[in-house]
C-alpha cells in the first residue's frame, strides 16, 4: 500500500510502550491464543469474558518503541485516517453523519471499556466507547499458525473490516444482531454473528474499492490471504481436526473472501445484505 508521506490520523492512542504484565489466569499460552483468535478475531463482540483471563491490574513495564514498531504504528495512523476520509464521505452521499472510531495500539493487555483484554483476543472493535484495539503482534501469529501471507494490506485490511463493525454500531446493525440474539438459540444466534461478520467484511471491500488509488500490486492478494486463514473452518481443521458449522461465528474462508470481493466490485454499501432479510 502507497502510504508514506500521507495524512495520518489523530484518533490513535498507542499504548505500547506500556505493556500490562499481569498474569494470565485461564486459557493461557498457545492453547489460549488459539482459542481467543478462534472465538473473538476480527469480531466486536462481547469480549468482558476475556477479563477472567487477564489480570490488566497489575504493574506495567514502560519501553522505548523499536524503529520498526514506529514505523508499524505510523501505517496504522495513515490507514485510519483513509477510513476516516473514505465514511466520511460515503455518509455524506448518504446523508448521514460519520462519527469517527479511535485506534489503541497495545502490548500484551488493555482496559476497554467493554472489559479486560489480552493480546491473544486478537484485533476487535468495542462499541461501549467506540474505539478499536490492536496488538500489532497478532498479524505474525496469523502468518506464522495459520497461513496468511503477511503484508501491509492484511493489517489494512483487518483495520478495515474493524471500521467496518464501527459502521454496524452507527448504522444500529450491530443492535439489532445482538437483540435478535438474545431472543434465539446459539446455532440462530451463530449464524447473525456470521452475517454481522461477512457484512464487516464487505465494508472492508467497499473502504478498498474506494481507496483503490493507493492500492500495491499484491495488496488485493494480501487481504484475501488473511481473510482465508481466519475462515471458521480453516481454523477449526487447524485447531481441531474437523469442522461444525453449527459453531461458526465469522464464517468460512469463502464466504469471508466472496464478501470482501463483492464489497471491492461495487463499492456500493446498499449491496451488503449479509441476513438474507433477518433483519428486516
Given amino acids: 500500500m502507497k502510504w508514506r508521506g500521507r495524512r495520518q490520523s489523530g484518533n490513535v492512542e498507542d499504548r505500547r510502550g506500556s505493556s500490562g504484565k499481569g498474569k494470565l489466569i485461564a486459557g493461557g499460552g498457545i492453547i ?36 520498526e514498531e514506529k514505523e508499524l504504528g505510523d501505517f496504522t495512523e495513515v490507514v485510519l485516517a483513509d477510513t476516516e476520509d473514505i465514511w466520511n464521505k460515503i455518509f455524506a452521499e448518504n ?17 476497554t471499556a467493554c472489559g479486560g ?26 502468518r506464522r499458525r495459520f497461513g496468511a501471507k503477511g503484508g501491509d494490506f492484511a493489517i489494512a485490511y483487518v483495520m478495515a473490516h474493524e471500521v467496518g463493525h464501527h459502521v454496524q454500531n452507527l448504522l444500529g446493525t450491530a443492535g439489532k444482531v445482538r437483540r435478535l440474539q438474545q431472543q434465539t438459540n446459539q446455532t440462530e444466534a451463530n449464524e447473525l ?11 472492508a471491500g467497499v473502504w478498498t474499492k474506494y481507496n483503490q488509488k493507493y492500492l ?25 481436526g474437523s ?29 451488503g445484505d449479509t441476513f438474507s432479510n433477518v433483519l428486516n
Fill in 32 to 67: 489460549g491464543v488459539i482459542f481467543l483468535i478462534a472465538q473473538f478475531v476480527l469480531s466486536d463482540g462481547d469480549i468482558s469474558v476475556l477479563d477472567q483471563l487477564q489480570d490488566t491490574s497489575a504493574p506495567t513495564e514502560q519501553r522505548e518503541l523499536t524503529a
Fill in 95 to 111: 446523508n448521514m453523519n460519520y462519527r469517527e472510531p479511535g485506534l489503541v495500539l497495545f502490548s500484551d493487555a488493555v482496559q
Fill in 117 to 142: 483484554a489480552s493480546a491473544a483476543s486478537g484485533p476487535f472493535y468495542c462499541p461501549a466507547d467506540q474505539k478499536i484495539y490492536m496488538d500489532l503482534t497478532f498479524f505474525e501469529e496469523l
Fill in 193 to 203: 454473528s456470521v452475517g454481522l461478520e461477512l457484512q464487516a467484511d464487505f465494508y
Fill in 216 to 240: 500495491s500490486e499484491g495488496d488485493i492478494d494480501e487481504a484475501l490471504s488473511a481473510a482465508n486463514a481466519v475462515g471458521d473452518d480453516a481454523i477449526q481443521k487447524r485447531t481441531r
Fill in 243 to 271: 469442522v461444525n458449522p453449527d459453531s461458526f461465528t465469522h464464517g468460512t474462508s469463502e464466504q469471508r473472501k466472496e464478501w470482501f470481493m463483492k464489497g471491492y466490485r461495487t463499492g456500493d454499501i446498499s449491496q
